[in-house]
């Protein structure tokens, strides 16, 4: 019994660990606006400790950041809330109905239009349950998505 035990559960232990490493590290929820407000503590308790933590200095004071960089997605905290998601290239799971790499089309299908356009950016109102919420859309020179950044509007 032991001989077909011991090599079926280190077949199966590695058939995880290569399941688990396609899409590493932690996954933002589906609608990443649920974040938005959380405090510095709620997000080390959802997604652990960041692999990086670092300040983005904006042109006036009040428009520093502190961001909690999770490698494929980022957390910019501003005083002791959540104010922003950025939501990288190389985050492999659907966002409100679409991935990064989507094009125009994808994301139509599951917002409507855009309220506005502007050079390699297109931005969508989404509701908002204590404040209103955008999103924006980074495209590439192709008209492919290579980042979403969902942010309170309010700030």
């Known amino acids: 019994m032991k001989r077909i ?12 660990n290569a399941w688990g490493q396609s899409d590493a590290g932690p996954f933002l929820p589906s609608d990443p606006a649920e974040l938005l407000g959380y ?3 709620m997000a080390i308790e959802r997604f652990g400790a960041p692999a ?26 501003f005083s002791d809330r959540v104010w922003q998601v950025r939501i ?23 917002l409507g239009l855009p309220t506005s ?8 109102e989404l509701p908002g349950n204590a404040w209103p919420v955008r999103l924006r859309a980074k495209v590439d020179e192709t008209g492919a998505v290579n ?9």
């Open 88 to 110: 990288g290239a190389d985050y492999t799971r659907p966002v409100l109905g679409f991935s990064v790499g989507a094009g125009l089309e994808r994301i139509q299908a599951a």
């Open 52 to 77: 990086r933590v670092f300040a983005v200095r904006g042109a006036e004071a009040w428009q520093d950041d502190v961001v909690f960089d999770y490698g494929n997605f980022g957390l910019f905290l």
């Open 117 to 124: 356009t502007g050079p390699g950016s297109w931005e969508w």
């Open 147 to 155: 980042e979403i950044y969902m942010y309170r509007a309010d700030f």
């Open 39 to 41: 405090t510095p503590a």
């Open 5 to 16: 035990l011991l090599p079926c559960l280190l077949s199966l232990t590695a058939l995880l």
